[in-house]
Protein backbone atom coordinates (compact mmCIF):
# COMPACT_ATOMS: atom_id res chain seq x y z
CA UNK A 1 0.00 0.00 0.00
CA UNK A 2 1.41 3.39 -0.74
CA UNK A 3 0.78 6.92 0.53
CA UNK A 4 0.86 9.44 -1.77
CA UNK A 5 -1.92 11.40 0.15
CA UNK A 6 -4.25 11.40 3.04
CA UNK A 7 -6.60 10.21 1.37
CA UNK A 8 -5.12 6.66 0.43
CA UNK A 9 -6.08 6.18 3.91
CA UNK A 10 -9.57 5.45 4.34
CA UNK A 11 -11.46 7.18 7.94
CA UNK A 12 -11.20 4.08 9.79
CA UNK A 13 -7.52 3.65 8.76
CA UNK A 14 -6.40 7.26 9.24
CA UNK A 15 -8.16 6.75 12.87
CA UNK A 16 -5.78 3.89 13.27
CA UNK A 17 -3.03 5.47 12.29
CA UNK A 18 -3.43 8.37 14.61
CA UNK A 19 -4.50 5.99 17.33
CA UNK A 20 -1.18 3.86 16.55
CA UNK A 21 1.12 6.83 16.78
CA UNK A 22 -0.22 8.48 19.85
CA UNK A 23 -0.11 4.70 21.73
CA UNK A 24 3.92 4.76 20.37
CA UNK A 25 4.59 7.86 21.44
CA UNK A 26 3.35 7.65 24.85
CA UNK A 27 5.26 4.05 25.05
CA UNK A 28 7.90 5.56 23.04
CA UNK A 29 7.75 9.35 23.38
CA UNK A 30 11.47 9.94 24.90
CA UNK A 31 12.96 7.51 22.24
CA UNK A 32 13.14 4.65 24.44
CA UNK A 33 13.99 2.16 21.77
CA UNK A 34 11.32 -0.49 20.91
CA UNK A 35 11.88 -3.89 18.17
CA UNK A 36 8.32 -2.75 16.11
CA UNK A 37 10.32 -2.17 13.19
CA UNK A 38 13.20 -4.34 13.10
CA UNK A 39 15.93 -4.95 10.57
CA UNK A 40 13.48 -3.44 8.27
CA UNK A 41 15.48 -0.78 6.16
CA UNK A 42 13.71 2.74 4.68
CA UNK A 43 15.41 4.28 1.91
CA UNK A 44 14.66 8.04 1.79
CA UNK A 45 14.77 9.68 -1.82
CA UNK A 46 15.47 13.55 -1.22
CA UNK A 47 15.83 16.43 -4.32
CA UNK A 48 14.43 18.97 -2.15
CA UNK A 49 16.40 20.29 0.91
CA UNK A 50 14.95 19.08 4.49
CA UNK A 51 14.90 19.14 8.51
CA UNK A 52 11.85 17.74 9.85
CA UNK A 53 11.49 15.23 7.21
CA UNK A 54 14.75 13.59 7.21
CA UNK A 55 15.52 13.53 10.92
CA UNK A 56 12.22 12.71 11.96
CA UNK A 57 12.17 10.05 9.25
CA UNK A 58 15.12 8.57 10.08
CA UNK A 59 14.99 8.73 13.87
CA UNK A 60 11.77 7.04 13.74
CA UNK A 61 13.09 4.74 12.20
CA UNK A 62 16.19 4.06 14.60
CA UNK A 63 13.66 4.29 17.45
CA UNK A 64 11.78 1.47 16.19
CA UNK A 65 14.34 -0.61 15.32
CA UNK A 66 15.14 -0.27 11.78
CA UNK A 67 17.85 1.34 9.46
CA UNK A 68 17.18 4.57 7.72
CA UNK A 69 19.45 5.07 4.32
CA UNK A 70 19.18 9.11 3.03
CA UNK A 71 19.72 9.18 -0.69
CA UNK A 72 20.62 12.66 -2.31
CA UNK A 73 19.91 14.02 -5.91
CA UNK A 74 24.07 13.20 -5.81
CA UNK A 75 23.81 10.02 -4.47
CA UNK A 76 21.43 8.23 -7.02
CA UNK A 77 20.44 8.59 -10.82
CA UNK A 78 16.39 9.57 -10.14
CA UNK A 79 15.81 11.03 -13.21
CA UNK A 80 19.07 11.57 -14.58
CA UNK A 81 20.93 8.45 -15.78
CA UNK A 82 17.97 6.09 -14.93
CA UNK A 83 14.40 6.42 -15.12
CA UNK A 84 12.50 6.83 -12.52
CA UNK A 85 10.79 3.44 -12.96
CA UNK A 86 14.23 1.81 -12.93
CA UNK A 87 14.92 3.30 -9.41
CA UNK A 88 11.70 1.92 -8.21
CA UNK A 89 12.30 -1.63 -9.13
CA UNK A 90 15.88 -1.94 -7.72
CA UNK A 91 15.11 -0.03 -4.55
CA UNK A 92 12.10 -1.86 -3.82
CA UNK A 93 14.29 -5.46 -4.07
CA UNK A 94 16.35 -3.46 -0.90
CA UNK A 95 14.85 -2.03 1.27
CA UNK A 96 11.22 -2.41 3.31
CA UNK A 97 9.98 1.07 2.48
CA UNK A 98 10.39 3.99 0.11
CA UNK A 99 9.82 7.51 1.27
CA UNK A 100 10.35 10.19 -1.85
CA UNK A 101 10.75 14.17 -1.14
CA UNK A 102 10.48 15.19 -4.76
CA UNK A 103 9.38 18.32 -6.67
CA UNK A 104 6.88 16.27 -9.30
CA UNK A 105 4.22 13.88 -7.77
CA UNK A 106 4.35 12.22 -10.64
CA UNK A 107 7.16 10.85 -10.36
CA UNK A 108 6.21 10.19 -6.63
CA UNK A 109 3.46 8.08 -8.33
CA UNK A 110 5.99 6.15 -10.96
CA UNK A 111 8.12 5.09 -7.88
CA UNK A 112 5.00 3.66 -6.19
CA UNK A 113 3.79 1.86 -9.47
CA UNK A 114 6.72 0.49 -9.48
CA UNK A 115 8.51 -0.18 -6.30
CA UNK A 116 7.03 -3.14 -5.04
CA UNK A 117 7.49 -2.03 -0.93
CA UNK A 118 5.26 1.21 0.28
CA UNK A 119 6.18 4.53 -0.92
CA UNK A 120 5.66 7.43 1.20
CA UNK A 121 4.98 10.86 -0.12
CA UNK A 122 7.54 13.07 2.26
CA UNK A 123 6.25 16.04 0.03
CA UNK A 124 5.82 16.74 -3.56
CA UNK A 125 4.62 20.31 -4.91
CA UNK A 126 0.83 18.74 -4.86
CA UNK A 127 0.74 16.78 -1.60
CA UNK A 128 2.29 16.95 1.64
CA UNK A 129 0.07 13.67 3.66
CA UNK A 130 2.74 13.09 6.41
CA UNK A 131 2.57 16.96 7.41
CA UNK A 132 -1.36 15.99 7.61
CA UNK A 133 -0.97 13.23 10.02
CA UNK A 134 1.10 15.56 12.16
CA UNK A 135 -1.33 18.41 12.36
CA UNK A 136 -4.19 16.27 13.19
CA UNK A 137 -2.35 13.89 15.68
CA UNK A 138 -1.71 18.01 17.24
CA UNK A 139 -4.79 19.48 16.87
CA UNK A 140 -6.47 16.19 18.63
CA UNK A 141 -4.06 16.51 21.65
CA UNK A 142 -4.74 20.00 21.69
CA UNK A 143 -8.54 19.37 21.89
CA UNK A 144 -9.11 15.60 23.21
CA UNK A 145 -10.87 15.07 19.97
CA UNK A 146 -11.85 16.78 16.57
CA UNK A 147 -15.59 17.51 17.48
CA UNK A 148 -16.74 20.90 17.25
CA UNK A 149 -13.51 22.02 16.44
CA UNK A 150 -12.73 24.71 13.69
CA UNK A 151 -10.01 26.08 11.69
CA UNK A 152 -8.55 28.48 9.91
CA UNK A 153 -6.11 27.99 6.94
CA UNK A 154 -4.88 31.44 6.39
CA UNK A 155 -2.31 31.87 3.24
CA UNK A 156 -1.89 30.00 0.00
CA UNK A 157 -3.51 26.90 -1.03
CA UNK A 158 -0.47 25.53 -1.49
CA UNK A 159 0.44 21.69 -1.03
CA UNK A 160 0.26 21.41 2.65
CA UNK A 161 -3.11 23.30 2.72
CA UNK A 162 -4.12 20.79 0.21
CA UNK A 163 -3.32 17.77 1.94
CA UNK A 164 -5.14 19.37 4.92
CA UNK A 165 -7.79 19.66 3.46
CA UNK A 166 -8.63 16.39 2.43
CA UNK A 167 -7.32 15.50 6.53
CA UNK A 168 -9.66 17.65 8.00
CA UNK A 169 -12.66 16.81 5.91
CA UNK A 170 -11.95 12.75 6.87
CA UNK A 171 -11.62 13.48 10.68
CA UNK A 172 -14.92 16.27 10.21
CA UNK A 173 -12.97 19.34 11.12
CA UNK A 174 -14.49 22.73 10.59
CA UNK A 175 -12.19 24.06 8.53
CA UNK A 176 -12.15 27.71 6.58
CA UNK A 177 -9.67 28.15 3.95
CA UNK A 178 -8.65 32.17 3.44
CA UNK A 179 -6.10 32.63 0.39
CA UNK A 180 -5.81 35.61 -2.26
CA UNK A 181 -7.34 35.54 -5.38
CA UNK A 182 -5.73 33.24 -7.52
CA UNK A 183 -4.30 31.22 -4.93
CA UNK A 184 -6.82 28.92 -3.61
CA UNK A 185 -7.26 24.98 -3.63
CA UNK A 186 -7.68 23.66 -6.77
CA UNK A 187 -11.15 21.85 -7.90
CA UNK A 188 -9.94 18.41 -7.24
CA UNK A 189 -9.38 18.92 -3.98
CA UNK A 190 -12.61 20.59 -3.21
CA UNK A 191 -14.38 17.46 -4.85
CA UNK A 192 -12.20 15.02 -2.95
CA UNK A 193 -12.71 16.66 0.65
CA UNK A 194 -16.49 17.17 -0.38
CA UNK A 195 -16.98 13.54 -1.14
CA UNK A 196 -16.36 12.87 2.56
CA UNK A 197 -19.16 15.32 3.44
CA UNK A 198 -17.09 17.94 4.66
CA UNK A 199 -15.71 20.74 2.43
CA UNK A 200 -13.81 23.65 3.37
CA UNK A 201 -15.56 27.07 3.18
CA UNK A 202 -13.93 29.53 1.04
CA UNK A 203 -12.95 33.09 1.15
CA UNK A 204 -10.27 36.00 0.62
CA UNK A 205 -11.10 37.58 3.89
CA UNK A 206 -8.26 36.77 6.81
CA UNK A 207 -10.63 38.05 9.10
CA UNK A 208 -13.43 36.46 8.69
CA UNK A 209 -11.99 33.08 8.19
CA UNK A 210 -10.47 33.52 12.14
CA UNK A 211 -13.74 35.04 13.29
CA UNK A 212 -14.85 31.63 14.57
CA UNK A 213 -11.65 29.73 14.43
CA UNK A 214 -10.28 27.72 17.29
CA UNK A 215 -7.18 27.18 15.66
CA UNK A 216 -5.49 29.72 13.03
CA UNK A 217 -3.21 27.45 10.36
CA UNK A 218 -0.05 29.02 7.98
CA UNK A 219 2.76 28.56 5.80
CA UNK A 220 5.08 30.20 3.76
CA UNK A 221 4.40 32.09 1.25
CA UNK A 222 6.91 31.42 -1.53
CA UNK A 223 7.23 27.65 -1.49
CA UNK A 224 10.89 25.93 -2.74
CA UNK A 225 11.22 26.32 -5.95
CA UNK A 226 9.26 29.25 -6.13
CA UNK A 227 11.77 31.84 -5.94
CA UNK A 228 11.30 33.53 -8.78
CA UNK A 229 7.33 34.78 -8.13
CA UNK A 230 8.63 35.94 -4.46
CA UNK A 231 8.42 40.03 -5.42
CA UNK A 232 4.39 39.26 -6.68
CA UNK A 233 3.81 36.99 -4.44
CA UNK A 234 4.44 39.19 -1.07
CA UNK A 235 2.54 41.76 -2.99
CA UNK A 236 -0.25 39.33 -3.36
CA UNK A 237 -0.21 38.09 0.30
CA UNK A 238 -0.51 41.90 1.49
CA UNK A 239 -3.00 41.81 4.10
CA UNK A 240 -2.53 37.60 4.90
CA UNK A 241 0.52 37.95 7.86
CA UNK A 242 -0.62 36.12 10.82
CA UNK A 243 0.04 38.42 13.73
CA UNK A 244 -0.60 38.24 17.47
CA UNK A 245 -3.86 40.58 17.27
CA UNK A 246 -5.01 38.74 14.24
CA UNK A 247 -4.57 35.22 17.04
CA UNK A 248 -5.80 36.90 19.98
CA UNK A 249 -5.95 33.54 22.51
CA UNK A 250 -6.13 31.36 19.07
CA UNK A 251 -3.41 28.69 18.80
CA UNK A 252 -1.03 28.83 15.90
CA UNK A 253 0.38 25.78 13.88
CA UNK A 254 2.91 26.30 11.32
CA UNK A 255 4.50 23.15 9.17
CA UNK A 256 7.96 24.84 9.21
CA UNK A 257 10.75 26.35 8.07
CA UNK A 258 8.69 30.06 9.11
CA UNK A 259 9.49 32.77 6.98
CA UNK A 260 9.27 35.47 9.97
CA UNK A 261 8.42 38.43 9.15
CA UNK A 262 6.62 37.54 5.51
CA UNK A 263 3.59 35.00 6.36
CA UNK A 264 4.01 35.20 9.97
CA UNK A 265 5.70 37.80 12.81
CA UNK A 266 7.91 37.17 14.73
CA UNK A 267 6.10 37.63 18.06
CA UNK A 268 3.20 35.83 16.87
CA UNK A 269 5.28 32.80 16.57
CA UNK A 270 7.38 33.37 19.54
CA UNK A 271 3.94 33.89 21.65
CA UNK A 272 2.53 31.38 23.86
CA UNK A 273 -0.07 30.36 21.64
CA UNK A 274 2.04 28.92 18.87
CA UNK A 275 2.09 24.90 19.05
CA UNK A 276 4.54 24.93 16.31
CA UNK A 277 6.95 22.86 18.40
CA UNK A 278 4.68 20.19 19.50
CA UNK A 279 4.01 19.78 15.67
CA UNK A 280 7.11 19.36 14.41
CA UNK A 281 7.74 16.86 17.34
CA UNK A 282 4.72 15.15 15.98
CA UNK A 283 6.19 14.83 12.27
CA UNK A 284 8.09 11.53 14.16
CA UNK A 285 5.39 10.07 15.99
CA UNK A 286 3.00 10.31 13.11
CA UNK A 287 5.26 8.92 10.88
CA UNK A 288 6.14 6.24 13.26
CA UNK A 289 2.89 5.56 13.41
CA UNK A 290 2.22 5.22 9.57
CA UNK A 291 5.69 3.04 9.33
CA UNK A 292 4.43 0.72 11.67
CA UNK A 293 0.53 0.28 10.15
CA UNK A 294 2.30 -0.38 7.14
CA UNK A 295 4.38 -3.02 8.36
CA UNK A 296 1.34 -4.79 9.75
CA UNK A 297 -0.65 -4.66 6.54
CA UNK A 298 2.05 -6.45 4.29
Not at 65 to 77: E, M, Q
Not at 146 to 167: K, L, P, R, T
Not at 171 to 181: F, H, I, S
Not at 225 to 243: A, N, P, S
Amino acid sequence: MDILDVDDLTTDELATVLDRAAAIKADHGGGSPSDLLDQQTLGMIFEKPSTRTRVSFETGMTQLGGHAVFLGPDDIHLGHGEPVKDTARALGRYVDFIMARVFDHADAEELAEYAEVPVINGLTDDAHPCQTLADLLTIREQFGDFEDVSVAWVGDGNNVCQSFVIGAAMVGLDLTVATPKGYGISDDVADRAAAFGNAPETTHDPDAAVADADVVYSDVWVSMGQEDQRGRKLEDFEGFQITTDLLEDRPFMHCLPAHRGEEVTDDAIESDNAIVWAQAENRLHAQKGLLVWLSEQA
